[in-house]
């Protein structure tokens, strides 16, 4: 822990126009209006169940519909059960409703929604429905930019639904509340010239759940490192580790890889 204040203070105590592009959490920003962005996310996690690991692959397109509207779809890939095959599939809908712009910094808040199928057998007390729940998700999340340094937070309510080929336990909580925190700071170019210049971010950012009906919670942390090339590309690297949990989890601790790029006015 000590480790990792020093982390944060470090992010936190430079003075200086952030990206908002989070690796594991979404900001209150939307995507450009009119652009389409087309994403691959993957992540190699330690299986707590088995010997080896679990590989999840997540292809992505989000859609910025307007400066205010975004929605993105996702499909869900995975190595559980008889190798790698698609297990499901996602809607993520974002709205923001407040902004408040200053000269060298903004303040937004958004009301997001989720809705996601998997057929993932389930195998732990987190609920997950990026790869392995059913379910949906509503919430809010808010932004701060502060001239190179964003800080980001979100609350929201998870709920679990049954899918056609299995019930989910009825002594595990299908409630639960999310929450994150997350902090990025523009660590090159100290000085843009154009907009062609690559973009290096830092960042550190903590996921958490509980589950209502029992209490039960965890609290990951997840360091990364952004590259942004020519304004469109988008490379994330991360490490998520675990840092506290009173729930049974299949995978906690692993790596991430995102490959994104963006193509703007679209649909204008």
Same mark, same amino acid.
């Given at each position: 822990?000590?480790?990792?204040?020093?982390?944060?203070?470090?992010?936190? #105590?430079?003075?200086?126009?952030?990206?908002?592009?989070? $690796? $594991?959490?979404?900001?209150?920003?939307?995507?450009?209006?009119?652009?389409?962005?087309?994403?691959?996310?993957?992540?190699?996690?330690?299986?707590?169940?088995?010997?080896?690991?679990?590989?999840?692959?997540?292809?992505?397109?989000?859609?910025?519909?307007?400066?205010?509207?975004?929605?993105?779809?996702?499909?869900?890939?995975?190595?559980? @059960?008889?190798?790698?095959?698609?297990?499901? =599939?996602?809607?993520?809908?974002?709205?923001?409703?407040?902004?408040?712009?200053?000269?060298?910094?903004?303040?937004?808040?958004? !009301?997001?929604?989720?809705? #996601?199928?998997?057929?993932?057998?389930?195998?732990?007390?987190?609920?997950?429905?990026?790869?392995?729940? #059913?379910?949906? @998700?509503?919430?809010? &999340?808010?932004?701060?930019?502060?001239?190179?340094?964003?800080?980001? #937070?979100? $609350?929201?309510?998870?709920?679990?639904?049954?899918?056609?080929?299995?019930?989910?336990?009825?002594?595990?909580?299908?409630?639960?509340?999310?929450?994150?925190?997350?902090? =990025?700071?523009?660590?090159?170019?100290?000085?843009?010239?154009?907009?062609?210049?690559?973009?290096?971010?830092?960042?550190?950012?903590?996921?958490?759940?509980?589950?209502?009906?029992?209490?039960?919670?965890?609290?990951?942390?997840?360091?990364?490192?952004?590259?942004?090339?020519?304004?469109? !590309?988008?490379?994330?690297?991360?490490?998520?580790?675990?840092?506290?949990?009173?729930?049974?989890?299949?995978?906690?601790?692993?790596?991430?890889?995102?490959?994104?790029?963006?193509?703007?006015? &679209?649909?204008?």
């Amino acid at each position: 822990m000590k480790y990792l204040s020093i982390v944060f203070i470090f992010l936190i #105590s430079y003075n200086i126009d952030a990206q908002e592009l989070f $690796v $594991v959490t979404e900001p209150a920003s939307n995507a450009p209006a009119g652009s389409i962005g087309v994403r691959v996310g993957q992540s190699l996690m330690d299986n707590k169940h088995e010997s080896g690991s679990m590989y999840n692959l997540t292809p992505e397109v989000t859609w910025g519909i307007n400066k205010n509207l975004m929605v993105r779809t996702s499909a869900f890939l995975s190595n559980q @059960e008889n190798g790698l095959g698609i297990k499901g =599939g996602g809607f993520y809908a974002k709205y923001r409703f407040f902004s408040v712009d200053d000269l060298q910094s903004h303040f937004r808040m958004a !009301a997001f929604g989720r809705y #996601s199928y998997n057929t993932s057998f389930f195998n732990q007390e987190a609920i997950d429905l990026a790869n392995g729940n #059913s379910g949906y @998700e509503a919430g809010l &999340v808010a932004t701060q930019l502060i001239h190179k340094v964003a800080l980001s #937070s979100s $609350v929201s309510y998870v709920r679990v639904l049954n899918n056609p080929d299995y019930s989910f336990p009825d002594a595990l909580g299908k409630n639960a509340v999310n929450y994150t925190f997350s902090v =990025g700071k523009l660590m090159y170019p100290k000085k843009y010239t154009n907009y062609k210049q690559t973009n290096i971010n830092a960042m550190l950012e903590f996921t958490g759940q509980t589950i209502t009906e029992n209490g039960k919670s965890y609290l990951d942390v997840v360091p990364s490192i952004q590259f942004i090339i020519n304004s469109q !590309a988008r490379i994330d690297l991360a490490y998520k580790k675990e840092l506290y949990s009173s729930m049974q989890r299949a995978a906690s601790d692993g790596i991430f890889l995102k490959l994104e790029y963006t193509f703007f006015n &679209v649909t204008k």
